[in-house]
C-alpha cells in the first residue's frame, strides 16, 4: 500500500516522502538515522544510544500498529524520545 511518511528526529533533522509501504517506510528512516549517526559529530556515547533505542522502538511500532492502520485506511502518529514518524496512507493513483 503507498503512503506518505513524515517523520523527524527532533533539532537535529525532519523529512518526508511517498513511500511504497511499511518496508520502504522503515528502510527510510533506517537510512535517515543512520546518516545522522555518520554525519553529526555530537551524536555519540548517550545521545546515539538514545538516538539507536528509539528508532528501534518506533521502527516495531511501524511494522505493527503503523502497518495495522494504513491498512485500514488511517493516519498513525507515533513519538518516541526524539524521533517522531506520521504515515498517512495514499491511494496509488494519488501519487502518479
Known sequence: ???WMAWAVR???EAGGNMDGIEGAVA????SVQRILDRD?????TPATAL?????????RMLGEGRA????GERW??????VKVL???RDDDSLA
Open 87 to 89: 504515515l498517512v496512507p
Open 69 to 72: 492502520a494504513v491498512e485500514q
Open 1 to 3: 500500500m503507498a503512503l
Open 11 to 13: 533539532s537535529v533533522a
Open 28 to 31: 527510510a528512516l533506517d537510512r
Open 41 to 45: 559529530p555530537a551524536m555519540t556515547g
Open 52 to 60: 539507536r533505542a528509539s528508532a528501534r522502538d518506533i521502527r516495531t
Open 77 to 82: 502518529s507515533a513519538e518516541v524520545g526524539e
